[in-house]
């Protein structure tokens, strides 16, 4: 005779359209509802992610609990916070349904993550998410400057997405989202995800990216003001420092000065300069009030 299970049972492909199927889902583009049929995938994620009983997780998106239930197989804990009243009202039935001997370590935020300012329960010590790929960026963010006990994550992103987010200076895919993450961590990709462990199939690759936090910068210039000239920076990639950050400091020949003091070359690009360089030229808009 089997022994009886006392892991979660995952979801399968069949099991993902049963449940839409009692749902009456329809996914939406607007909300970037793709949802893992496969539960290698799902195991993938959870081993990269490195979860073990002593973490609290965060899943933003659980959608119809497919990642959810592998991660309250690993963890001591699982938050999620889900937008869709209509995925947010089945999930807690799927998870008591699927991992009963582990529901009572699961909690569910129905909100949007985004408008999250704080959390019930054990505050995470690892982010894990199969994120939307339209606010994937603004919600790593949005939550490594909320939570700072989150230690460490991985993250399912539209590929482009991922090579963005982990990209170095001088990459051509380094820009916004590169800098202002490595103010609060390393990334790096891990993986790569075929569209076809998803349903609906998007028309896109995904890809995985890790990252750890590490301490932020010390610096007299608030993350605001840094966040404000990376922002400069990049909002015209092909202009010169000097040029491109003349609407921060007054005037072109301000900005100059300026970069000159944080030991920078006025006609050097944004795409060049590293998080401590965004910091030296926030320390001199601090500087000068």
Same mark, same amino acid.
């Given at each position: 005779m089997d022994a009886p299970r006392t892991g979660? %049972?995952?979801? +399968?492909?069949?099991s993902v359209r049963a449940l839409a199927a009692e749902l009456d889902l329809r996914p939406t583009k607007q909300r970037g509802q793709n949802f893992v049929t496969d539960a290698n995938t799902v195991r993938r994620i959870v081993a990269l992610a490195g979860l073990g009983p002593q973490d609290a997780v965060l899943e933003v998106g659980p959608g119809l609990g497919s990642l959810t239930l592998g991660l309250l197989e690993a963890a001591g804990h699982v938050t999620a916070i889900e937008i869709d009243t209509l995925l947010a009202g089945r999930l807690p039935r799927t &998870?008591? +349904?699927?991992?009963? #001997?582990? %529901? +009572?370590?699961?909690?569910l935020v129905t909100a949007d993550a985004l408008q999250v300012t704080e959390l019930p329960g054990p505050q995470p010590? %690892?982010?894990v998410a #199969?994120?939307? /790929?339209? &606010?994937?960026v603004p919600v790593i963010l949005h939550l490594l400057a909320l939570l700072p006990s989150i230690e460490r994550g991985l993250v399912m992103v539209q590929s482009e997405v991922a090579d963005r987010l982990v990209a170095g200076p001088g990459s051509r895919t380094y820009g916004v989202p590169s800098?202002? @993450? %490595?103010? /609060?961590?390393? !990334?790096?990709? @891990?993986? #790569?995800v075929p569209p076809t462990v998803f349903w609906p199939v998007p028309n896109v690759d995904s890809g995985l990216v890790r990252f750890t936090r590490r301490p932020v910068p010390q610096t007299t210039a608030t993350r605001e003001q840094v966040f404000? @000239?990376?922002d400069a920076a990049f909002n015209q990639r092909r202009k010169m420092l000097r040029s491109a950050l003349a609407g921060v400091f007054g005037s072109s020949a301000q900005a100059s000065a300026a970069l000159e003091a944080a030991g920078l070359d006025p006609t050097s690009?944004?795409? =060049?300069? =590293?998080? =401590? +360089?965004? &910091? !030296?030229? !926030?320390?001199?808009v601090a500087a000068r009030g």
């Open positions: 979660p %049972a995952l979801l +399968d492909p069949s &998870v008591a +349904d699927r991992a009963p #001997n582990q %529901a +009572d370590r699961f909690t010590t %690892a982010l #199969n994120l939307p /790929y339209n &606010v994937s800098a202002k @993450v %490595a103010w /609060y961590a390393e !990334a790096g990709r @891990v993986g #790569n404000a @000239v990376i690009r944004g795409e =060049t300069l =590293t998080i =401590t +360089d965004f &910091v !030296a030229i !926030a320390e001199q």
